[in-house]
Nanobody, 116 residues
Framework: QVQLVESGGGLVQAGGSLRLSCAAS????????MGWYRQAPGKQRELVAR???????NYADSVKGRFTISRDNAKNTVYLQMNSLKPEDTAVYYC??????????WGQGTQVTVSS
């Protein structure tokens, strides 16, 4: 099993910044991709950013140029730096880890609220 613990959410004004962290523990061997997803009220969960390896990243079009995902393998931690936040970024943000065999693990979620 893999446990994912997120931190760093909160309330921020539009244009502000937040940094989310997600620490993985447990049987973390063979985790390849880590990422962040979000779910706003009444909407489906959507990909925000993912990092299959240190030199590869993928972003949703809506966050490109504003959000940066990074990964510290020594600390088993993935980060999401969010700049120029907009009210439409308001959502619960979930950390995700995927193993080579396709198994998916999710964190409990952290609330991000951006006020206008």
């Amino acid at each position: 099993q893999v446990q994912l613990v997120e931190s760093g959410g909160g309330l921020v004004q539009a244009g502000g910044s937040l940094r989310l962290s997600c620490a993985a523990s447990g049987i973390i061997v063979s985790i390849n991709t880590m990422g962040w997803y979000r779910q706003a009220p009444g909407k489906q969960r959507e990909l925000v950013a993912r990092i299959p390896s240190a030199d590869r990243t993928n972003y949703a079009d809506s966050v490109k140029g504003r959000f940066t995902i990074s990964r510290d393998n020594a600390k088993n931690t993935v980060y999401l730096q969010m700049n120029s936040l907009k009210p439409e970024d308001t959502a619960v943000y979930y950390c995700n880890a995927q193993k080579i065999n396709g198994a998916n693990y999710w964190g409990q979620g952290t609330q991000v609220t951006v006020s206008s």
